[in-house]
């Protein structure tokens, strides 16, 4: 499974932006998908993930409200679209797919991952 994530860039605070993970090689309908974000010097954070069946749908605490997560089964894309950014929304994004686990919720069960895509939001 490969994966690239794009529609990165540099945003001002309170606007918004919307990312692709663009997805080839053999996704069944079993997977699932995962976006997280990296800071400069901060650990790993748990975006949100999807079901390619599209029966759920998970949240990390900080991206509930502004954050949403789809996917386009025709175009093998899943996206998530972040809304009212704010500065500390810097990060890069990535995003990841794995055979479905409950714990996908908590962001876990992911085995492939993609190029990260850079997130820079102005004040």
């Known amino acids: 499974v490969q994966l690239q994530a794009s529609g990165g860039g540099t945003v001002q605070a309170g606007s918004s932006i919307r990312l692709s993970c663009s997805t080839s090689?053999?996704?069944?309908?079993?997977?699932?998908f995962g976006w997280y974000r990296q800071a400069s010097g901060k650990g790993r954070e748990y975006v949100g993930g999807v079901t390619w069946k599209g029966d759920g749908t998970y949240y990390g605490e900080f991206a509930k409200g502004r954050f949403t997560i789809s996917r386009d089964d025709p175009k093998n894309t899943v996206y998530l679209e972040m809304t009212a950014l704010k500065p500390e929304d810097t990060a890069v994004y990535y995003c990841?797919?794995?055979?479905?686990?409950?714990?996908?919720?908590?962001?876990?069960?992911?085995?492939?991952w993609g190029k990260g895509t850079l997130v820079t939001v102005s004040s």
């Open positions: 990841a797919a794995g055979q479905f686990t409950p714990r996908i919720s908590i962001g876990y069960g992911m085995d492939y």
């Open positions: 090689g053999g996704v069944s309908s079993d997977y699932a």
